[in-house]
T-cell receptor, first 113, second 116 residues
């Protein structure tokens, strides 16, 4: 089955700087890669996703890149703000009719004011 | 509109007891998922429903775990003879079945299960 590895497990950055979180996946059939943000005690919320026919996607301060050959994808947050502090999870899915998501172990991002 | 809701928000039970966890998906969503999240970990897949049927139950850890969705909407996760290792947050998610278009999984707030 699919296996997703995520690094780093914790990340602290100064407010205004950029943060990068990286994930690798094992199943070359996976074709959908969402990123979720989870604040303490809250539900995971989708912040951005990318499909395997696209190499990069951007939404304001957040971007995701995908390298299918290397089987890795990354989350980039620019101009970080205190409200970006949370745990971020990457996931992979073989999207042929809403299959299960396989999640990484999460990255705890702390923005230092 | 209303998001995914789960009840109860917290459940404390004793080892060996039976528990039921309920999930109300977003109205009209045909796909429903159950995940389990242990402290400091990512959500781990348990079971996936498409309509009333379980399309994939490969994540259920053993036969003490069972889930139903009799009318294709509300789902109940049932755990028999609970063990301390079952303690976790149980998350439910739903999505619309549109074959690769906007099939985002929307999560509920979870039920925190504690087995004493």
């Amino acid at each position: 089955g699919e296996n997703v590895e995520q690094h780093p497990s914790t990340l602290s950055v100064q407010e205004g700087d950029s943060a990068v979180i990286k994930c690798t996946y094992s199943d070359s059939a996976s074709n959908y890669f969402p990123w979720y943000k989870q604040e303490l005690g809250k539900r995971p919320q989708l912040i951005i996703d990318i499909r395997s026919n696209v190499g990069e996607k951007k939404d304001q301060r957040i971007a995701v890149t995908l390298n299918k050959t290397a089987k890795h994808f990354s989350l980039h947050i620019t101009e970080t703000q205190p409200e970006d502090s949370a745990v971020y999870f990457c996931a992979a899915q073989f999207n042929f009719g809403n299959e299960k998501l396989t999640f990484g172990t999460g990255t705890r991002l702390t923005i230092i004011p | 509109g209303a998001g995914v809701s789960q009840t109860p928000s917290n459940k404390v039970t004793e080892k060996g007891k039976y528990v039921e966890l309920r999930c109300d998906p977003i109205s009209g969503h045909t796909a429903l998922y159950w995940y389990r999240q242990s402290l400091g970990q990512g959500p781990e897949f348990l079971i996936y429903f498409q309509g009333t049927g379980a399309a994939d139950d490969s994540g259920l850890p053993n036969d003490r775990f069972f889930a139903v969705r009799p009318e294709g909407s509300v789902s109940t996760l049932k755990i028999q003879r609970t063990e301390r290792g079952d303690s976790a947050v149980y998350l439910c998610a739903s999505s619309s079945y549109t074959s690769g278009r906007d099939d985002t999984q929307y999560f509920g707030p979870g039920t925190r299960l504690t087995v004493l």
